[in-house]
Each structure stands twice: as structure tokens, then as C-alpha cells.
């Protein structure tokens, strides 16, 4: 089983840049796809980005794109999340997660993946 944890989470004004990393531990990183989630209180879990295996494939949502990049380390079992130019409605808790199967494509379906970090909060003030 693998374990995910996140970080780079915080404060930050309208505009700003932040990037989120998770690392992963406890099984072969490179072999499932993953993706970021958020959820905003009140609103359900909804898939941010995604990335295939080896980085080759991503996709990101209507909403970030242009702004937010996915991307992958797997020499450093590690995940990304560059975030530009944030607005306040990316305000939410930010969760990695990696697919329950070796997908070679990026998975957009929550119910694709069966491992999740703790999340890590993103706020964004006007």
C-alpha cells in the first residue's frame, strides 16, 4: 500500500503562485497514474489534474487550465501541482491521489483512485 503526504499549502493573495508536492512511500510510485483533487466546504471532492504513469499524458480541468500544471518525479516518488495566477475560487483542502490500477492513461473519475493524502489547505484572498 502506498502512502501519500502533502505540502506547499498556505496563504496567498489573489494572483500569486504557489506548487504542491507529495511524496509517496510504500510501493512502486511509477506504476499507477495520479492526480490532484480539491474539495471547497460545501462543494464535492472534483478532480483538479491528472497524470499518466511515466508523465507522458495529463489532463487538467476547464478551470486551471493555462494556470495550473501537473507533473511528476518518479526518480523522487514525488507529485506536483504548479499553481499560478490563483484566484479566490481555488480556495480549497488539496488532495493527491494515485489510481487503483496501472492505467496507462491519466483516470479523471474519483472512483478511479483508492489511495489519498491527508490534503493540504490552499487559501487564496481577494
Known amino acids: 500500500q502506498v502512502q501519500l503526504v502533502e505540502s506547499g499549502g498556505g496563504l496567498v493573495q489573489a494572483g500569486g503562485s504557489l506548487r504542491l508536492s507529495c511524496v509517496a512511500s510504500g510501493r512502486t510510485f511509477s506504476t499507477y497514474p495520479t492526480a490532484w483533487f480539491r474539495q471547497a466546504p460545501g462543494k464535492e471532492r472534483e478532480l483538479v489534474a491528472a497524470i499518466s504513469r511515466w508523465g507522458a499524458g495529463t489532463s487538467h480541468t476547464d478551470s486551471v487550465k493555462g494556470r495550473f500544471t501537473i507533473s511528476r518525479d518518479n526518480a523522487k516518488n514525488t507529485l506536483y501541482l504548479q499553481m499560478n495566477s490563483l484566484k479566490p475560487e481555488d480556495t480549497a483542502v488539496y488532495y493527491c491521489?494515485?489510481?487503483?490500477?496501472?492505467?496507462?492513461?491519466?483516470?479523471?473519475?474519483?472512483?478511479?483512485?483508492?489511495?489519498w493524502g491527508q490534503g493540504t489547505q490552499v487559501t487564496v484572498s481577494s
Open positions: 491521489a494515485a489510481a487503483n490500477s496501472a492505467y496507462s492513461l491519466p483516470r479523471v473519475r474519483p472512483s478511479d483512485y483508492n489511495t
